[in-house]
């Protein structure tokens, strides 16, 4: 079993010694409710490092109003079998109050970055997962900290705010796991009834007509984009597309798709709302 941590103050108190011992620290943040996404940053985690630290907290700062906060799935024990069988050394998993003891005072501003996109229909979203990061940074001082390419702006974000704020710690991007089927892995997969999740299949298969116009010769964004809207638009449990974009592999908005870039989306199916995004590859 992982060393289980509930307190900061223990949690230091145990990774001083490790750090005196001059080994090296894989963190990974996580919501919990483990899936085979998490796995993957575990596993790439263990291969690099001599320790790894795996965060499982729901961070309230990062929901709006209305959003799932209170419905998130959440389940310790599981989440700690799975981390047994992944080998992981240390789960840190506090209350709320041990992380906001005084509130959301000060926090991360993540500037532009984090207004497009995601930010445009979750505002205050990636601050409170910057924030958090940072808080969690500075409790676990890893040396490396694992980020799946699910949430690819969430890992962009991630990048700049290291950067800008010299934070000592080597971001590593993981690949997006997928089900069998497609579909990505993600602990919100749960909400879905099995016929909703038929529906939500219709993000990855979007994905592989952009990719096969794309390899036909359509290099026109716009046009991408609107296919891929049409298609999914066809499922009937879809209720809405917020947004379905091509850009760069910063996240700027591309006119002509090229080797590299990304197609983003997030799309509501049911209450669920999912995100998803490809690497083009020509
Ligand atoms: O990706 C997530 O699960 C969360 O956004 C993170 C990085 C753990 C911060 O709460």
Not at 178 to 189: F, I, M
Not at 242 to 254: G, Q, S, W
Request: hydrophobic share 35%; with cysteine.
């Amino acid at each position: 079993m992982p060393l289980l941590f509930k307190k900061i103050k223990d949690l230091r108190n145990y990774l001083k010694s490790i750090r005196c011992d001059k080994k090296e620290i894989g963190f990974v943040p996580t919501m919990g409710y483990l899936h085979e996404g998490h796995r993957a940053l575990i596993r790439m985690a263990r291969n690099q490092n001599d320790v790894v630290v795996v965060s499982i907290f729901v961070n309230p700062t990062q929901f709006g109003e209305g959003e799932d906060y209170d419905r998130y799935p959440r389940d310790l024990e599981r989440d700690l079998a799975i981390c047994e069988e992944e080998g992981v050394d240390v789960v840190f998993a506090p209350e709320v109050s041990e992380i906001y003891p005084r509130g959301y005072r000060t926090k991360v501003c993540v500037g532009e970055l984090g207004k497009r996109l995601e930010g445009e229909f979750r505002p205050g979203h990636f601050d409170g997962v910057a924030t958090v990061v940072v808080k969690l940074f500075n409790i676990v001082q890893p040396h490396r900290a694992y980020f799946g390419e699910k949430d690819y702006q969430q890992l962009k974000i991630i990048e700049q705010v290291v950067e800008d704020l010299n934070i000592p710690v080597e971001i590593v991007p993981v690949p997006i796991v997928r089900e069998k089927d497609g579909l990505a892995c993600s602990s919100r997969n749960v909400y879905l009834s099995p016929e909703e999740r038929e529906s939500a299949l219709s993000l990855y298969k979007s994905f592989l007509l952009a990719e096969k116009m794309i390899k036909a010769g359509e290099r026109d964004a716009e046009r991408i984009k609107e296919a891929i809207k049409t298609f999914i638009q066809k499922h009937p449990h879809v209720k809405g597309i917020d947004y379905v974009e091509i850009t760069d592999e910063n996240l700027n908005p591309k006119k002509t798709v090229e080797k590299g870039d990304r197609i983003l989306l997030a799309v509501r199916v049911g209450n669920t709302r999912l995100i998803d995004n490809w690497k083009v590859e020509i």
